[in-house]
């Protein structure tokens, strides 16, 4: 399960909606508790892919500042997320492709005419021969203990 608070998931359409009809692409910052991950923050990233509305590639060099700028802290990227403009919220071939890092979540919003149509996250499935991409649940905040 993958704990979106209401901030972080209006910052993170906020940017797809923003970047229509290109492709939206940003990192996920957050800590892994046990039961699910909690996302803190959320980094836009420009897109450096060369077809920027049909697919996308995060900043290299935002990802090495970032991941460097966390280490030794209490929360890492632990995710990326993406816009599909007039398509669906599941990953493309091109998405099943390009992941090869299984402990990313990976959120997508689809968009319709510039609106938000959909919003799922998905994490690869270790157990499957060839990359294959699951959906897992999103919560607004973490369960609280009974
Ligand atoms: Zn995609």
């Avoid at 998931?9 to 508790?33: H, N, T």
């Avoid at 990976?106 to 990359?131: E, F, K």
């Amino acid at each position: 399960m993958i704990v979106l608070p209401a901030r972080e998931r209006e910052a993170l359409v906020a940017d797809c909606v923003a970047r229509y009809p290109e492709e939206a692409c940003g990192l996920l910052i957050g800590r892994r508790d046990p039961a699910a991950i909690v996302v803190t923050q959320v980094v836009p990233s420009p897109n450096r892919s060369p077809a920027p509305r049909t697919s996308f590639e995060i900043d290299t060099k935002l990802r090495l500042d970032v991941t460097r700028e966390l280490r030794g802290g209490p929360t890492a990227v632990v995710g990326l997320y993406h816009s599909h403009p007039e398509g669906d919220a599941t990953p493309s071939a091109t998405d099943r492709d390009r992941a090869w890092e299984p402990d990313l979540v990976w959120v997508i919003v689809a968009l319709d005419r510039g609106r938000v149509a959909a919003l799922a996250a998905h994490a690869l499935d270790p157990a499957g021969a060839s990359p294959a991409f699951r959906p897992i649940a999103i919560a607004a905040q973490p369960r609280t203990p009974a």
